[in-house]
């Protein structure tokens, strides 16, 4: 059964750092792309970033570009998101999520999501 397990949030404070983690079973990471979603308190869901399994390319929202990174381990079969300078508006459920052998930050080709992870930044 695919699964997908997301950790590594919590509370930081403006400017600072948090890494993600979304552990994967039931699939290979070189057969789908994993993504990054989140989801604010009265928003619609977003993508944030995600890596594409074929080649390892990764994309990014242009609210997120150069603060945060995403990579794999594909030996741990984890992907990680790690995220840097932080601002009260990134607070949201993040979500992790694989789309078999497409790479885009739209959520509907994602078949398989995680529970979601917490991330507050706050003072």
């Known amino acids: 059964q695919e699964r997908l397990v997301e950790s590594g949030g919590g509370l930081v404070q403006p400017g600072g750092s948090l890494r993600l983690s979304c552990v994967v079973s039931?699939?290979?990471?070189?057969?789908?792309?994993i993504g990054w979603f989140r989801q604010a308190p009265g928003k619609e869901r977003e993508g944030v970033a995600c890596?594409?399994?074929?080649?390892?390319?990764?994309y990014y929202a242009d609210s997120v570009k150069g603060r945060f990174t995403i990579s794999k381990d594909n030996a741990k079969n984890t992907v990680y998101l790690q995220m840097n300078s932080l601002k009260p508006e990134d607070t949201a459920v993040y979500y992790c999520a694989a789309a078999f052998f497409i790479a885009t930050l739209a959520q509907a080709p994602y078949d398989y999501w995680g529970q979601g992870a917490q991330v507050t930044v706050s003072s």
């Open positions: 039931g699939f290979h990471l070189d057969d789908y792309t």
């Open positions: 890596i594409k399994n074929t080649d390892g390319s990764t």
